[in-house]
């Protein structure tokens, strides 16, 4: 089975922009959740969406949102970026919740 | 407000040597404990997992000693390899959903 794949790898964008992240689960997994990670701050949870449902949410403003479409697959955004939205954005996909997570490679943002 | 608290942010032991990082929690609805592996550009991956109905998980070189009354767990790496240089994060979830909490990382290099 192909794992979690997320889109891009990599971006650059300035502050005041928005930005739009891509998770495609692995096959038959319907629960997905985000991360930011970071140095200081470590992994912190973003939200989790079960079937199209936001099922969890982190403690995050309301400039981070996110959404599951019918075939399993998450976007999630962020409008207004600063400069401390910096960091490696991951999506884990689980077969449904509170199964085991399993993380993609991440998209890592990086906001001047 | 760290809901698990990791030690030591980082660790060297020498090939064939022990690693052991440790984790503690105050919140007693946590009942899933898992630990990931993370290389550099790659996303975390699942090690190995407890609940607490359990004091102690091997597989292969690697156990997790659970103690519930003290709310704290461990990772044991046996024999020790070069290969193992990583950083690793402990993490803990509730019952009721698939929102995990995930310790600061432990940055291991195993030096031959």
């Known amino acids: 089975k192909a794992g979690v794949t997320q889109t891009p790898r990599y971006l650059i964008k300035t502050r005041g922009q928005q930005v739009t992240l891509s998770c495609s689960p692995i096959s038959g997994h319907r629960s997905v959740s985000w991360y930011q990670q970071t140095p200081g701050q470590g992994l912190q949870f973003l939200f989790e969406?079960?079937?199209?449902?936001?099922?969890n949410k982190g403690n995050f403003p309301g400039r981070f949102s996110g959404r599951q479409f019918s075939n399993s697959r998450s976007e999630m955004n962020v409008s207004t970026l600063e400069l401390g939205d910096s960091a490696l954005y991951l999506c884990?996909?689980?077969?449904?919740?509170?199964?085991?997570?399993?993380f993609g490679p991440g998209t890592r943002l990086l906001v001047l | 407000q760290q809901q698990v608290k990791q030690s030591p942010q980082s660790l060297i032991v020498q090939k064939g040597g022990i690693s052991i990082i440790n984790c503690a929690y105050e919140n007693t609805a946590f009942d899933y404990f898992p630990w990931y592996q993370q290389f550099p550009g790659k996303g975390p991956a699942l090690l190995i997992a407890?609940?607490?109905?359990?004091s102690e998980k091997k597989e292969g070189r690697f156990t997790i000693s659970f103690n519930k009354s003290a709310k704290q767990f461990s990772l044991h790496i046996m024999d020790s390899q070069p290969g193992d240089s990583a950083t690793y994060f402990c993490?803990?979830?509730?019952?009721?959903?698939?929102?995990?909490?995930f310790g600061t990382g432990t940055s291991l290099t195993v030096i031959p």
């Open positions: 407890i609940r607490p109905d359990v």
């Open positions: 884990a996909s689980a077969p449904g919740p509170e199964e085991t997570q399993y």
């Open positions: 969406y079960f079937s199209e449902t936001q099922r």
């Open positions: 993490a803990a979830s509730k019952e009721t959903g698939n929102q995990f909490y």
